[in-house]
């Protein structure tokens, strides 16, 4: 039906109809070469694109709680970016000054030197999420990208791409179209704005 959103199997045969191979009619046990390389390609642009962190893939105020008996934090699979935001791991009379990031399935704390912790770590989160997960505007994206840089791996035709990269640009007008309309933003979710709003007194509270 004209209006189902954009399956993986169709996102698949657009990137094969971009070199001219007849489309296939499933993904599972499906042992045609440049479908199976099409696909991984189609993962690869999706996680790309997906860890840039957008309004429908990030969470704010994720809590995550050390392990009781090795005191570390491990991250779920799907998580591909943790941005700490120390006025959430305030307490009343002080601010989290640590310096920690990201290091493969573990937080790590980088002014500690160690991947210990002894309270919680409140962050937003950004997760790479299935292909059924996505909204149809980033679909649409990820299906275009996919399908250029798959034609330019296979064939490399530059009238294509020239035709394929305008494809490209006009998905991506509407993918941040949609996330304008849905995310809400404001010039106080940019940090340098809410550093000079959310200034802090002498002990560490914000005033």
Do not use: C
């Not at 042992?31 to 893939?57: P, V, Y």
């Not at 993918?175 to 002498?202: C, M, P, Q, W």
């Amino acid at each position: 039906m004209a209006g189902t959103r954009t399956t993986e199997l169709q996102a698949v045969n657009t990137m094969l109809s971009a070199v001219g191979e007849p489309p296939i009619n499933n993904l599972e046990g499906n042992k045609n070469a440049d479908a199976a390389i099409a696909r991984n390609i189609l993962t690869e642009i999706s996680r790309e694109i997906q860890a840039m962190g957008w309004h429908f893939n990030s969470q704010n105020k994720v809590k995550f709680t050390p392990d009781s008996s090795s005191k570390e934090i491990a991250l779920a699979e799907n998580i591909v970016r943790v941005d700490l935001d120390d006025t959430l791991n305030n307490t009343s009379t002080s601010t989290d000054q640590r310096d920690i990031t990201q290091r493969g399935p573990k937080l790590f704390d980088r002014t500690n030197n160690t991947y210990e912790f002894t309270k919680d770590v409140t962050a937003r989160v950004v997760y790479v999420l299935d292909w059924d997960e996505l909204p149809e505007p980033v679909r649409r994206y990820v299906t275009v990208k996919s399908a250029r840089v798959f034609q330019d791996r296979m064939v490399g035709s530059e009238r294509h791409h020239s035709f394929s990269k305008e494809d490209e640009v006009r998905a991506f007008a509407l993918l941040k179209e949609f996330e304008g309309e849905t995310s809400d933003t404001s010039i106080f979710d940019n940090y340098d704005v809410y550093r000079i709003v959310a200034r802090h007194d002498t002990t560490g509270r914000i005033i």
